[in-house]
């Protein structure tokens, strides 16, 4: 394994879900002609997914984390330039607040139409959005041991993404739905840990030499070696409304990235818990979000959130500093005081309903509020 630092590059991709402003519901047959324009527009790097209501955008790999907000906000501009031009808006949400996943198409592709006939009624219910954060690493043993340190950490960045509280006309009482239906597909959750890239490699060519899988972009784990370029690759984020929140997580993944690999150049390394106890906190993640309690696995108790996030931040501030992120990465702050994307949609639900809206109607108020938020704050980044 080298010592040479990684690029450490950063890459961003979102899941976006196109709407109807009128009656605020996902639109389940966009226009091709709007898919057409958005792909033309962004050189490629904006393209439909899984379903023709959903949009993914793909940052280029960015040498900073404010380069690739500011490509990150070039492609909502343009989603949302076009969609509007095409009477929708998208919304960047983890779920809708109460659209019906059964009555959304799959996109025409092969890849897709045999996701959908694998995995059945798990892909009928698959109208989720996530957000995933790539880091250019360029060791493939270095990878394979960030992945199994990075891990711990993956409740942490659940909990400070959530924006699915809600599903199909429902509030959950999960800050992150998305999760519990993501969780029914195979090889999701907790990555396994591995001793070196040869041994992640010997596991993954047991299930494609079989047929189980045709490749290892079939692994959906939290956290993977990207299958396609040398980077370590952070799944487990809920999409991020503001666009701030999104480039904040962005700044710690690459921070925390950046930590662990100088514990290894001090012949130090962050402990391995076992996935059961991971696994608890990830539950509480998607139940209580930023405000609940993290089991502190090395006090062996639990402890507030919002202090597990001051604790990372002074942990992280150097290697930020060094990244040129810093002031994303303090945004924590600010987002732990006014909440996720989940919290800033219940309030708006709740405050309607006290209004005297109807159930319907303050669901579409959330609608407005994501569509709203979604390209809010584009030009730059948030004012002080």
Known sequence: ????????????????????????????NPPVSLLEE??????GQLSPRFLRSQMEASTRPCRSVAEARADLARL???LAEVAAAHARAPIAASTHPFAKATRQITTEHAQYFALANEMQGAARRLMVCGMHVQVGVDDNDLRVDLMNQLSYFVPHLLALSCSSPFWEGERTGLMSFRMTLFNSLPRTGLPE???????????????IRNGVI?????????????PHAPALEVRVMDCCTSIDDAACLAALIVSLARRLFRLRLENRTWRIYPNMLIAENRWRAMRYSVEGELLDLARGELVPFPQLVKELIEFTRDDAEELGCLRELEHLETLLMRGT???RQIRMYEEARAAGASAREALQAVVDFLVKETTANLEGRAAE
């Open 193 to 207: 840990r591995f001793a070196s890239f040869a041994d992640l490699k010997r596991n993954l060519d047991m299930l």
């Open 76 to 78: 909502r501009a343009i």
């Open 341 to 343: 994307s989940a919290h």
């Open 38 to 43: 958005c792909a033309r527009r962004s050189g």
């Open 1 to 28: 394994m080298s010592s040479a630092q990684p690029p450490f590059t950063i890459g961003i991709e979102e899941e976006y879900l196109l709407v109807d402003p009128d009656s605020r519901d996902v639109d389940e």
């Open 214 to 226: 045709e490749d290892a972009s079939k692994m959906w784990w939290d956290v993977r070696p990207n």
